[in-house]
């Protein structure tokens, strides 16, 4: 897992109640951006506890529900990005 993506990417600041989903369970988080390829997440205080490779996939209230892969961390903040690209871009263009 690297610390910080790679590539530069258009995102777009946005805050949103989200559910991230992981084999033991669910926890509810916020959005704090998102982009074509991926979404930024800040956990809640207090979820050190949960490894964030472990996450499987994002319920964004109001938008969809993305697979998705654990690209970097940092404190509290996790980098998601999309794992299938076509059906996150088809969902995201009418949002962005």
Known sequence: ???M???E???????KSCTLHYSGGILAAET????QKGVGIELPSGSQWLNP???QSVSIRKIGVFDVSVRWKRGTRVGLSFRSQAPAQQTLDSYL
């Open 1 to 3: 897992m690297s610390q």
């Open 9 to 15: 990417e258009t995102r777009v600041p946005l805050r």
């Open 32 to 35: 704090f951006n998102i982009s």
């Open 5 to 7: 993506p790679d590539e």
């Open 53 to 55: 490779a472990a996450i």
